[in-house]
């Protein structure tokens, strides 16, 4: 079953490559539709646009997937319902494709829920206690996205027709358009995990490894950024481009900040994940959609990477994930402290690498641009802050002394998982050229200062430095985390948002709910149609049961009643 | 009927609980053994400064400040083992219980006759280890 889907998926991956390179370099895009019911004026149609961006991205996809499945292969190995997880990661693929190629909201409402329950289905894989309420997490936040959805359905059953690609050139300043817009970020938000709906992402990573390289770093969250990009004309006219830029801003930072007290290694590559998604959104909010869907699909190369060299790493410490318990692994599994090496240096934008050509890209624009001080204040910092996380995360896992419990567990050559992950890292070193010569036809005039341009560089090596001093000190001397022990819980625990979001909002909803249910469910209820009526009819029953107990009085007392009823009838 | 657990610790029994969370609570601040084994001679420096204390009064009130300085100062992400309660892992692979095997169809058992033979004899040897040791249960205990 593995073998067959990593097939087909990587043929998948072929035809959409060629279909790709020709399209873009013939201006191409296709636009089939199929016409179902034609009732009078009403007819339901199934449409799919083939363009250069939905070809790319679904090419993406299916790459990583193929890849991910092959090396589950390896991972998974030991679950006895091994179909059942390949059947679901097909079906995610399929809701993935389903909602890329779709041009109208209803093919795209089918994709995102299906999306959001698969995602929940894998979450839940490990039928534990933390996985149950990962998924529960996980499932209600991708909730709010899907009811965003269905009710932009219905706003824009105003306009007559689902295809929202026709109405973005003549609908501008429309009050209707400023309702559905809004709604659309809300979903993409709630998608990608930004400000108010960012505590599943870190959550989620209960599943297990494969689904989080695929799912939770390159294709579920960023299915958000995608829709956006696709309505990116709803931000260009109206005021959200602020909302949005201040949201995904935040976003960056405070999941910056966390990673660098975060312990578990999947939950740092996950906050991780989620800087650069608020990168991606804020740089969408700009006005640059392009150089979003660029920085998409470089970052899900090496984040897919990074989530897999963690899978090997997590096998050989027997489920271990916390990053105390390992030290010093460089020495000993060096392919997979290559790969794991170079998708963090692609992170950080280390030059010529894939990360770099987006990366650096987009901090040029927002330095050629001029936008507020605080923007690019925040952008620069979380630049330097990926750089801090990433080396004190190398710091703690691959250099150092030798911290592992045991010997015999460092197994780097099982060739299934290492060849998945050779094949993401030759894309991780060239996908940023590659996609930077087909996208950018022409390249972006930028003129800056020369040590504006020098700035990234400042900052990523200020950002090692510090990275490098603060894991040193942690490891080895006094931990500093006591001597600011408010600040260092509020900053580790991500702002204590994720119990705003969970205590917060419904503990006085179960709260009244359990006052309800005890006087009303299990009392008066219980008293006007349960209960009551059971009591009432047996009552009854004993009473006329006295009746039915052959009591001669009772018969001689009926007969002189009906002698004086038919008396009283006949006679009178 | 001295077998039944009481819920009573002893004050012993509670000085120790609290220098294992105290210790586990420093693992997770410092995870190089070399740096842990200091800062774990240090924190057993302070615990044994008032071991001899016969005064139960003022044990009590050490004891009551050990936890409250435990509890301001415990790590906000404690460093569990994975397939302990609070990993990550625990409880992933789920084992059935003994008692789910008496409820397989006859043709299932019929796959593993030589295990299904003996396990009835074996049921009785458990039964009869479990009294030797702990003594028979209660007859007001089997029913409420």
Known sequence: MCFNSFFFLFFFMLINYFFFVYFIMNGLSVFFEWEIISF??????????????????????????????????????????????IILVLMFVFSMVLLIISPNLI??????????????????????????????LTA????????????????????????????????????????????????????????????????????PTPVSALVHSSTLVTAGVYLLIRFNYLL???????????????????????????????????????????????????GFPDIAFFHLLTHAMFKALLFMCAGVIIHMMNDIQDIRYMGGLSLYIPLTSLCLNISNLSLCGIPFLSGFYSKDLILEMVSFNSFNLMVFILFYLSTGLTVFYTFRLIMYVMINDFNLMMIYNLYDEDYIMLNSMFVLLFMSLLSGSFLSWFIFSYPYMIYLPFNL????????????????????????????????????????????MPNLSTYGLSYIYLNFSQILFKNIDMGWSEIYSGKGIFNILKNYSVFYNIYQMNNFKIYLFSFILWFMILFIFFFI | MAQIPLGVKTH??????????????????????????????????????????TNMIKANEFLKE????????????????????????????????????????????????????????????????????YGKPDEKDKHH
């Open chain 1, 40 to 85: 009078n004026s009403m007819s339901i149609v199934m449409s799919i646009l083939l363009d250069w961006m939905s070809l790319l991205f679904m090419m993406f996809v299916s790459l990583i997937s193929s890849v991910v499945i092959f090396y589950s292969k390896s991972y998974m190995n030991s679950e006895l319902n091994l179909n059942r997880f």
């Open chain 2, 12 to 53: 012993a029994q509670k000085v120790c609980s609290l220098y294992k969370r105290a210790l586990r609570n420093l693992e997770a601040y410092y995870d190089r053994r070399h740096v842990y084994r200091y800062q774990a001679v240090l924190l057993r420096e302070r615990f044994d400064k008032h071991a001899k204390e």
């Open chain 1, 236 to 286: 260009i006219d109206m005021f959200f481009f602020k909302v949005l830029l201040f949201l995904s801003i935040l976003t960056m930072f405070m999941s910056g900040i966390s990673a660098n007290y975060e312990f578990d290694l999947k939950k740092i590559i996950a906050l991780s994940t989620l800087s650069q998604l608020g990168l991606m959104m804020s740089i969408l909010s700009l």
């Open chain 1, 453 to 496: 341009k020098l700035m990234v560089i400042y900052v990523s090596i200020l950002g090692s430095i510090l990275g490098f001093m603060v894991s040193n000190m942690g490891i080895y001397s006094l931990n500093k985390l006591l001597l600011s022990y408010n600040l260092s819980s509020f900053l580790c625990l991500m702002w204590f």
């Open chain 2, 66 to 133: 050990g936890e409250e300085e435990l509890f301001l100062k415990q790590h906000p992400i404690p460093k569990y083992f994975a397939t302990s309660p609070g990993g990550v892992a625990h409880e992933r692979v789920v084992t059935p219980p003994d008692w789910v095997l008496d409820y397989w169809h006859p043709l299932e058992k019929a796959q593993y006759p030589e295990y299904f033979k003996k396990r009835e004899q074996r049921k009785k040897e458990f039964v009869a280890m479990w009294e030797k040791e």
């Open chain 1, 107 to 136: 093919s795209i409402l089918l994709g995102w829920d299906g999306l959001g329950l698969i995602s929940y289905c894998l979450v839940i894989y490990y039928q534990n206690l933390k996985s149950y309420n990962a998924g529960m």
């Open chain 1, 140 to 207: 209600l936040s991708n909730r709010i996205g899907d009811v965003m959805i269905l009710m932009v359905i219905c706003w824009v059953m105003n306009y007559g027709s689902w295809n929202y690609i026709f109405y973005f050139d003549f609908m501008k300043n429309d009050y209707v358009m400023f309702i559905i817009s809004f709604m659309i970020i809300i979903a993409a938000m709630t998608k990608s995990a930004q400000i108010p709906f960012s505590s599943w992402l870190p959550a989620a990573m209960a599943a």
